[in-house]
């Protein structure tokens, strides 16, 4: 007997987002949350990227967000600012948006998917068999579940108790990052990384959002308002009054990621798998994005629809995407490095920047809009995101991503209606026959050909595009979404 079919370590924004996922498919899951509410504890992500926004959209969700925060049509690299308004997407900007509202808004989605959190308890440990894995919780209780995920940052005990390696670079540098009041500062970013802005970031004014270098990387306590005045006096020549913290913490440019994110019947998601600097603002974003790709694929396992190599897939398409997050923030923190050579190099990748072609490479890749899982040889759209395009259909015009609200499978169709039969994966994939007269146009890819027929995941992801033929369609379907059922 389990108590769950899923437990989740951590109720951070990943393990929100696949408790989501999970109860979207009618999975038992419950959440093991070491805070006592959602409150957090300073401000730390600053916003959403454009691919996020759109997983977002893909579950109907996305107006919550944007309600809540300002839009920038414009992403970051080290300092440069990229216009990303020229993108063929509904969201082509960043959602400046603090991760406390962002984790506020998924908390009350999860609330509405009756997903129950066990909070104030930790994950104490766990010791896994051949049919589940039993949970050790803080102050003596546990739990039973067939399957365990960690989200729980960049410490996890769960990573740590599946002896799962975590391999990368130590730190090099250290910030101190705050929230306080201070007489008018001078705003803006430094050469060297970091700066000051106003929290609300739509009126400005105070209270001000500080992160500044430290001298070293080593420490044995945890800063104080005292180390904070010492540092801007150090970056500015005054403090200007700085008083009133509601949060001083740091944070380094420790880059490292989980050898491997599956161990058995135990998987790590978010921060758990992957912790790297803040440039570009990604981490909470790959988090999400990783939560949305494992959902689906641990809850056909869980409702065994599909064999438990489907998992597999998981850790296949996440890390490459982790390790390249990993790699742009390192190359740019070599860039915010203040020498004359560094800053050099900084002066020509602004260059290059400056063009149109490096502009969309680097800007998708930090939106996440360029991500493809290797799904093999074949049409541009395979293991790219499908574009949330305006379909016109029998019952009239419909958006794709509506297709995908309640996170199921679609076999998408775009020529002659009703030409292909699923009958076997009936039960599991639903079939939409529309039309499409618009381009098909991917970001910093261009136009592609328009395909005859599309089956989409439910993470948004293109797993087969089919042409008159409908070649590969069973062995697609059976790949992603479990043998035919029988006759
Ligand atoms: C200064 C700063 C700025 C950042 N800016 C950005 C940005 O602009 N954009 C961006 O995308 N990302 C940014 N990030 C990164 C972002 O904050 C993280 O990537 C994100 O919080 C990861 O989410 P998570 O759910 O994986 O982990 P976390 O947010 O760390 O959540 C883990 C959760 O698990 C809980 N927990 C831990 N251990 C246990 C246990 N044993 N049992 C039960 N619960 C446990 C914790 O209480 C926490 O709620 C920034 C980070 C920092 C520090």
């Known amino acids: 007997m389990t108590d769950h079919a899923v437990v989740i370590a951590g109720g951070g924004p990943t393990g929100l987002m696949v408790a989501g996922e999970l109860a979207l498919a009618g999975v038992d899951v419950a959440i093991v949350e070491r805070r006592a509410s959602q409150d957090l504890d300073g401000s730390r992500a600053g916003g959403l990227h454009a691919r996020t926004i759109e997983v977002l959209d893909q579950r109907g969700i996305a107006e919550r967000f944007l309600s809540a ?39 009350g989605w999860v609330g509405e998917l009756a997903v129950p959190i066990y909070r104030g308890r930790e994950v104490t440990g766990f010791a896994q068999d051949d049919t589940g894995v039993g949970v050790a919780l803080s102050a003596g209780q546990s739990l039973r579940a067939e399957y365990l995920v960690g989200c729980d940052g960049g410490r996890s005990l769960v990573r740590k108790a599946a002896g799962i390696d975590f391999v990368g670079l130590d730190p090099s540098t250290s910030w101190m990052i705050a929230e306080v009041e201070m007489d008018e500062p001078e705003l803006g970013m430094r050469r060297e990384g970091g700066g000051i802005g106003p929290v609300n970031r739509a009126e400005g004014g105070g209270p001000f959002r500080v992160a500044l270098t430290e001298g070293h990387i080593e420490h044995t306590s945890e800063p104080t308002l005292g180390d904070l005045s010492e540092a801007l006096i150090s970056a500015y020549g005054t403090d200007f009054g700085v008083r009133s913290p509601t949060w001083i913490s740091r944070f380094t440019d420790m880059s490292r990621q989980a050898a491997s994110y599956r161990h058995g019947r135990v998987l790590l998601a978010g921060d758990a798998a992957h912790v790297h600097p803040p440039h570009g603002g990604q981490g909470l974003n790959t988090g999400v994005q990783d939560a949305v790709n ?117 076999l998408l169709t775009l020529g002659a209606p009703g030409g292909v039969d699923i009958t076997p994966w009936a ?20 136009a592609v050909p328009a395909p005859m027929a599309v089956l989409m995941r439910p993470d948004g992801y293109v797993a087969w595009v089919g042409d008159l033929t409908h070649l590969g369609l069973p062995d697609a379907l059976t790949t992603w979404f479990g043998p035919p059922a029988a006759a």
Do not use: C
Not at 432 to 438: F, L, M, P, R, S
């Open 69 to 107: 925060g300002q839009v920038h049509p414009a992403v970051g690299f080290s300092g440069n600012v990229l216009d990303i308004s020229d993108f063929p997407t509904r969201h082509n900007y960043v959602l400046a948006l603090w991760q406390s509202h962002v984790e506020r808004i998924l908390a």
């Open 294 to 410: 494992l959902g689906w694929k641990l809850a056909q396992v869980v409702n065994k629809t599909s064999p438990e190599s489907l998992l597999d897939t998981y850790h296949a398409e996440r890390h490459p995407v982790g390790a390249r997050v990993l790699h742009n923030t390192m190359a740019q923190v070599a860039l915010s490095s203040p020498d004359d050579r560094h800053q050099a190099l900084r002066d020509t990748m602004t260059e290059l920047l400056s063009m149109d072609e490096p502009r969309r490479r680097i800007a998708a890749m930090l939106s996440g809009l360029d991500i493809h899982y290797d799904l093999g040889e074949g049409h541009p759209l395979l293991g790219r995101r499908m574009p949330d395009l305006d379909l016109v259909t029998a019952n009239g015009p419909l958006r794709v991503f509506t297709l995908l609200h309640d996170a199921r499978p679609v």
């Open 427 to 446: 039960d599991r994939v639903q079939v939409v026959d529309a039309q499409y007269v618009g381009l098909w146009e991917l970001p910093a890819r261009g």
